[in-house]
């Protein structure tokens, strides 16, 4: 069974169409490449899945369920967590504390014992503490667990919105542009971290990204849209070697040029 | 002596009030305009039990406590459900404070305009104390929980907290209600200490002046609205004798502060031994989060 289908999604912003009767389904452990020239709507896409957006059009299944009534805040619970293409983390809180927040349900206390702060509350925090401590681990920000999330570099903040994601113990990652500002090392760097959480943590991973050697290594798949509709959905040798890619990223006249 | 002891009882009762504000606006980010209607609302609760119902002044605070509680949940419900436009709680607290002071201007159990002459006077000095120690520390609990921890993500960003599977409306309505609970409890030491209320001693320079000790002294921070609310009594106290410059000073202060520390004095850091040694380690002050923690 697919963990996600979208059937026929539509999305229009007033006259805008972002998305354009979008169909794919992902199976379960499976890593996709969402590709597409700026503003062919691939954002777009993981804000519907994640219910930041209602569809215009279409439904949205995650193991099966229509997720689309649902509200962000339980489908996030449901399973599906993402990063941000503008990164956004919360700033004025510490790397640490980053990932503490979004561990709050392991947090047992109550607001009473809060306020008395009871013997449960210390440690339910130490044991917070210890928890983030293990996902910056993962993403090699441990030596950071006391700076602002703010003060880090783009690199290590994306990082760090990687570990966040994880933290929330999602079968489906949403991944927007994870190399971005990256240099050469850096996404190389990247490309094994996503390769180790997605065996560590059984992910089915979606990966929006503009760097292609990136979305070479790690997705066997490739989902190629522009202008909101969907140009071909298949194996990574196929997209490769499809000319109307080459088309929709340069233009028509630059790939006749490539071409001959 | 007498008069000094009552200043220091006036700032640690406002204490009390802005370190409750503290968490609703430094923390989670959301302006009111209407605070110092839950310090009324308090005021009256309590005044009223101990004056007509010989209520013990303890339940009494905690009465009024509850009350201001209860009408923030109501005028809550409707106005933070907008999840992600905090201004409209701001505007609709606006016209709050204004409603609940003509309410009471009119109500009979209340003495309308005239106001509560002859209220006991339960509020010395060593209550006061003992209460805004404790009100202080169970907001330093709160802050450095998972709930203030939540509230700060959704001030940062209400998006990505929300993404993060946090229920922004929940974290938003606790911290109002927190909030007017701490406003409820300072107007009801306020009544008891003045032993006369009235409804113009609740007007909105009184959330003004609350509002603004939260922003001077640093939005996400506790020590720094408390250094700030005992400068806004203290120092037009002190220069009582140039009255007709209170307010100039008043205002004077603020805009240096504006100009000079424009998030607040303490920004989004405590005031704690810690900070001091920081002092000499610059660098690590500046990168630290550490500073947060008191
Ligand atoms: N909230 C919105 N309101 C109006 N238009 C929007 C909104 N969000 C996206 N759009 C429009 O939808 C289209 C697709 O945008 P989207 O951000 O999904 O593109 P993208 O493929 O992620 O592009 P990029 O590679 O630049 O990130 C664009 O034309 C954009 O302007
Ligand atoms: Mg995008």
């Known amino acids: ?260 | 002596m007498e008069y000094i002891y009552g200043v220091i009882s006036v700032i640690g009762i406002e204490i009390i009030a802005t370190v409750g504000l503290s968490v609703f606006t430094g923390f989670t980010g959301l302006f009111s305009l209407g605070h110092a209607a839950f310090m009324a609302i308090g005021a009256y609760t309590a005044a009223i039990l101990t004056y007509f119902y010989n209520v013990p002044f303890i339940l009494a605070l905690l009465a009024g406590m509850l009350m201001s509680a209860l009408v923030s949940f109501v005028i809550g419900f409707p106005t933070l459900r907008a999840k992600l436009r905090g201004d409209y709680f701001a505007i609709a607290t606006l016209g709050f404070g204004e409603a609940i002071r003509v309410i009471l201007e009119n109500l009979s159990i209340t003495q309308g305009a005239r106001g509560l002459p002859g209220i006991s006077h339960f509020t010395t000095l060593p209550v006061v104390a003992i209460f805004s120690v404790i009100v202080v520390w169970m907001t330093r609990n709160f802050i450095l929980s998972k709930f203030g921890r939540n509230a700060i993500a959704v001030r940062e960003d209400a998006v990505a907290a929300e993404m993060a599977g946090i229920d922004i409306f929940r974290v938003r309505m606790l911290s109002l209600v927190y909030s007017a609970a701490c406003g409820g409890l300072a107007g009801g030491l306020f009544a008891h200490y003045l032993n006369f209320i009235q409804p113009a001693m609740f007007t909105s320079i009184l959330s003004t002046q609350l509002t603004s000790a939260v922003v001077a002294g640093g939005m996400g921070s506790l020590t720094g609205p408390i250094i700030a609310i005992s400068f806004f009594i203290a120092v037009p106290e002190v220069l009582r004798v140039a009255n007709m410059w209170r307010l100039v000073a008043y205002g004077l202060i603020l805009v240096l502060i504006m100009i000079y520390r424009p998030s607040g004095i303490m920004g989004y850091h405590e005031l704690s031994f810690a900070s001091f040694k920081n002092l000499f380690n610059r660098k690590a002050a500046n990168q630290s989060a550490g500073g947060r923690r008191m």
Do not use: W
């Open chain 1, 1 to 260: 069974m697919s963990l996600l289908e979208l059937k026929n999604v539509t999305k229009c912003f007033g006259g805008i169409v972002a998305v354009k009767d979008l169909s794919f389904s992902l199976n379960d452990g499976e890593i996709a490449g969402l590709i597409g020239p700026n503003g062919a709507g691939k954002t777009t896409v993981f804000n519907l899945i994640t219910g930041v957006y209602k569809v215009t059009e279409g439904i949205i299944l995650f193991e099966g369920k229509d997720i689309n009534k649902c509200d962000p805040v339980s489908i996030v619970r449901g399973g599906i967590a993402r990063t941000f293409q503008n990164i956004r983390l919360f700033n004025k809180l510490s790397v640490m504390e980053n990932i503490k927040t979004v561990l709050f349900r392991e947090a047992n206390y109550n607001f009473a014992q809060v306020l008395m702060k009871t013997p449960k509350v210390v440690k339910m925090e130490r044991h917070l503490t210890e928890r983030s401590m293990e996902y910056l681990k993962v993403v090699g920000l441990e030596q950071y667990a006391n700076f602002r999330a703010d003060s880090l570099p783009y690199g290590l903040q994306r990082k760090l919105e990687i570990a966040r994601a994880l933290a929330l113990k999602p079968k489906l990652l949403l991944l927007d542009e994870p190399a971005a500002g990256m240099n050469p090392e850096e996404s190389l760097a990247l490309v094994d971290l996503i390769r180790y959480i997605k065996e560590q943590y059984n992910l089915t991973i979606i990966l929006i990204e503009h760097h292609m050697d990136v979305v070479m290594e790690l997705c066997p798949r490739i989902i190629v849209i522009n202008f909101g509709e969907l140009l071909i959905d298949g194996s990574k040798e196929k997209v490769q070697s499809d000319e109307r890619v080459l088309k929709a990223y340069l233009g028509e006249e630059y790939a006749n040029v490539a071409g001959n």
